[in-house]
Structure formats: structure tokens, C-alpha cells
């Protein structure tokens, strides 16, 4: 068994008074998938969130490689990739400048391989389109493009593959399964019905609240 | 869709990471593309400026007397409300689009891409209102050495007011309603950049020395840049959380 990328112990956040989850504890290991599972409202994203460094409000222990994960936050972002809701895709530039914009405090990656991204998510002859003028799916395969050239052990995609098609989705699935095959781990949320195998589940929700 | 077959999956060092300053460039350089294809939102800071700056011959007096008195502090106010307005965008548009959360996540000091990008917003709101101003004080009847003096003390101080904007535009951010608030927020801490930046203007039309009130200006400036970010940051990470 090798060492866990990211530990969580004894997690448990509050949202609005509502508690989402209390004594949370699991481990992503390399190479492995991972769905965190609930209905609407349970805390997936926020869960999400707060594995990704964005939300800070919770009580427990983030533990990145051993260590508590607030001590090496850029050692943790470095190695991190996240994929959430809103895409981060800004309509006014082309695909290949949002790729290169989010791919440039990351790693160095020349316009060739970029190009070669958005080609592999079927955005080939889009590159220069503001993405504005974009469809809803076709911008979030900009933001998708990342995964095929992202060097980061640990994905965490909170329902990333909303508004992508069918074909799409099962290239995803096929791209998420190479991933673990190498020992990338990915931390995935989607109401989509993803045929994976090995995967772990998280399932969320009901939590009795006993006060 | 298949990943590319140079991609390795190993747990990245410091070695491998980006500097500082390449991220910085990146951010500045991805807000001014932006900025430069939407053009006019470019001219509205601006626009408003000179129109504020306009109405006062028209609304209270023609004078050149009056004009030369009350020029400086009038150009000042007028920048001052202008950069107070398009504060709003500096982070909107990004928190809507979800480029915001990236750049948080971005492995670098977080305050540091946040001063990249206080510049950017700078470069585009601020820094035309700088390069308009020799014209409009020649409208308002103010002299040359005043003039220069005007629009030295604006480039100073403008980009003081980005910066303490920018703690106001990150505190406001997860708020549907944000305009009033910030406002609240922010004017306080304008007005001792107001009063220096007019009262080195009036000291100049006089004829006095103005290298004190100067170096006061540019002591807010530093200030401001040491400060700022650190608080826009820390400001920006619990506008995320809450999100």
C-alpha cells in the first residue's frame, strides 16, 4: 500500500446551522477513484471544496502526505488540480488563451501542447473563437482540455462533466481510468452514472441531528 | 479523449513549479487581453470622469477664479469617485466564472497574483484618467506647474486607491448587493489620500514647497503596497469559504 496523497480525519462542517457531516474520516490513496455520492444538498461540494483548499470553515484535519496540509499549502496547490462548477473559462478570450491562462502558474507547457489539448476534447478549429460564442458544453471541455495535459497527482472534479455529451462522458470516464492506471488519484462528484471500475464511494447525508 | 503520452504523474517539488513573476505576468497579461476586447468598459471610468470634471464650470461657476481654486480638489474627487466605481469589476466577473477560485488555487502567493491583478485593474481604470488630466486642468484654468504637480500626485495616489479598494472589492465579494457597502467601507479610508493629494495641489498653486506633502504621498503608496494584498488575500480566502 503506498502513502495516502490526502487524509482526512474527524471532518465536520456546518453550513447555515445545518450540519453536513460530522467524523468524517477517509484517506485518497494514489491510483485510485473516488465519487463522493449523495442527493442534492448533502455537502458534496462543499466537501469538495474544503479537500480542494477553498473552504476554510470546517473542524478536523486535512493531512497532505503525513502532514497537516496548512503548513504546505503551496507544496499541496502545486500538486492539486480542481475542476468545479463554474469552469473558470472567460468568455471574452479564445479556448487556447483561458488554456494557457490557467495552465500558466502550473507548469510549462508550449502552445503546441495546448493546441494538441483542445484538439483531444474536439475543440479542434475552435481555438480561436471567443469563447463566448462557445456552447455551454464546448466551454467546459476548455476546462476539460486540462486534464489531458495535467502533470498533478491529485483531480478533484466537482461535476465537471455537466452540459458534456454521452460520447464524452464515456472518453472522460476511459481518461479517468488511465489516470488511476498510472497513479493519479481523482476525487470525483457527478450525477452522471459513471461506470468505473474499482472505484471508492463517500456517500453523504444523514447525518441525524441530535440537537 | 486520450492524455498526452509525455505527461508524468509524479508528486511535484518546488523545482518544478512555476517563479512568482511568470504567474504574476500571466494574470496581468490575461486581464488586460480581457479588458482590450471588451473596449468599452474601458471608457466608462473615463467618461465618467470627464463629465463629473465638466459639469462643475457649467453647474457652479465659469470663473477662472473659481476654476483655479477649486480645479484640484474637483479633478481629485472626480478620480476618486471614478476608481470607487469600477471597483466592483476588479473581482466580479472573475467570481462569477469560476477564474477566481483557479487563481486561488494557484500554487504562488496568493497576495502577489493579487497585486498583478490590483495592476492590471489599475493599467485600465486609473491610468487613463492620469493621462486625461493635463487636458482637463488646462480646462480648469490651472497652471502648468500645478498641473504637472495634479498629475503627479494622481499617479501616486491612484493606484493607493486601487489598492485599498481591492481589500473593500475582496470583503464585499460574496454579497448580491455590494455597491453601498463598499463604499462605507472604502471612503474612510480614502479620505487621508484625498486630503494630501489636494493639499499638495493647493501648496503647489501657492508656491510652496510641495516635496513633504510628496513624500507623504509616497509613503501611503508603500504602505499600501505592503499592506494591501496581504489583507485582499486573507479578505478573498473568506469570501471563497462562504461561498
Not at chain 1, 497537516?68 to 479564445?94: C, M, S, V
Not at chain 1, 475543440?123 to 463566448?132: C, E, T, Y
Not at chain 2, 486625461?132 to 498629475?151: F, R, Y
Request: with cysteine.
Amino acid at each position: 500500500m503506498s502513502e495516502p496523497l490526502l487524509q482526512v480525519v474527524n471532518l465536520q462542517c456546518e453550513r447555515d446551522g445545518r450540519l453536513l457531516f460530522r467524523d468524517l474520516s477517509f484517506s485518497i490513496l494514489p491510483g485510485t477513484l473516488t465519487r463522493v455520492e449523495g442527493s442534492n444538498g448533502t455537502g458534496k461540494t462543499t466537501l469538495l471544496r474544503i479537500l480542494a483548499g477553498l473552504n476554510d470553515s470546517y473542524s478536523g484535519e486535512v493531512m497532505w502526505r503525513g502532514q497537516p496540509r496548512a503548513w504546505q499549502r503551496e507544496e499541496f496547490l502545486r500538486n492539486l488540480l480542481y475542476i468545479g462548477h463554474r469552469p473558470g473559462i472567460k468568455p471574452l478570450l479564445t479556448p487556447l488563451e483561458n488554456l494557457r491562462a490557467l495552465m500558466a502558474g502550473r507548469q510549462q507547457t508550449d502552445d503546441q501542447t495546448l493546441w494538441r489539448a483542445l484538439e483531444g476534447t474536439g475543440l479542434g478549429g475552435f481555438q480561436d473563437v471567443p469563447s463566448r460564442n462557445l456552447s455551454a458544453g464546448q466551454q467546459r471541455r476548455v476546462a476539460l482540455a486540462r486534464l489531458l495535459i495535467s502533470e498533478e497527482p491529485l483531480w478533484v472534479l466537482d461535476e465537471a462533466f455537466t452540459a458534456i455529451d454521452h460520447a464524452g462522458v464515456a472518453a472522460i470516464e476511459e481518461l479517468l481510468v488511465q489516470r488511476a492506471h498510472r497513479g493519479g488519484a481523482v476525487v470525483v462528484t457527478t450525477h452522471h452514472n459513471l461506470q468505473l471500475p474499482d472505484m471508492g464511494r463517500i456517500t453523504l447525508g444523514g447525518v441525524a441531528d441530535d440537537r | 479523449m486520450t492524455a498526452e503520452a509525455t505527461v508524468t504523474i509524479t508528486i511535484r517539488s518546488e523545482a518544478s513549479s512555476i517563479g512568482v513573476l511568470p504567474a504574476m505576468w500571466a494574470v496581468l497579461m490575461r486581464d488586460l487581453q480581457g479588458a482590450f476586447r471588451q473596449r468599452q468598459d474601458l471608457l466608462n471610468p473615463l467618461l465618467f470622469f470627464v463629465m463629473v470634471v465638466s459639469l462643475f464650470p457649467l453647474g457652479v461657476s465659469p470663473a477662472p477664479a473659481f476654476l483655479k481654486e477649486a480645479g484640484g480638489g474637483i479633478l481629485w474627487v472626480a478620480a476618486l469617485l471614478s476608481v470607487l466605481l469600477s471597483l466592483d469589476h476588479l473581482f466580479r466577473h472573475d467570481y462569477d466564472d469560476g477564474t477566481l477560485e483557479q487563481l486561488v488555487l494557484q500554487p504562488q502567493p496568493l497576495f502577489l497574483l493579487l497585486l498583478a491583478k490590483t495592476l492590471g485593474h489599475w493599467v485600465v481604470t486609473a491610468l487613463p484618467l492620469v493621462l486625461l488630466t493635463p487636458l482637463l486642468g488646462v480646462m480648469m484654468q490651472l497652471e502648468g506647474s500645478s498641473i504637472a504637480v495634479l498629475c503627479l500626485t494622481l499617479l501616486i495616489g491612484t493606484p493607493v486607491l486601487s489598492l485599498i479598494g481591492s481589500i473593500g472589492a475582496a470583503l464585499t465579494l460574496g454579497l448580491r448587493s455590494a455597491g453601498v457597502l463598499l463604499s462605507l467601507l472604502i471612503i474612510p479610508l480614502y479620505i487621508p489620500v484625498l486630503i494630501f493629494g489636494t493639499g499638495t495641489v493647493t501648496a503647489a498653486a501657492d508656491g510652496a514647497a510641495v516635496s513633504a506633502y510628496m513624500a507623504l504621498m509616497g509613503a501611503f503608496l508603500v504602505l499600501a503596497l505592503t499592506l494591501a494584498p496581504f489583507a485582499s488575500a486573507a479578505a478573498l480566502r473568506i469570501s471563497l469559504s462562504n461561498s
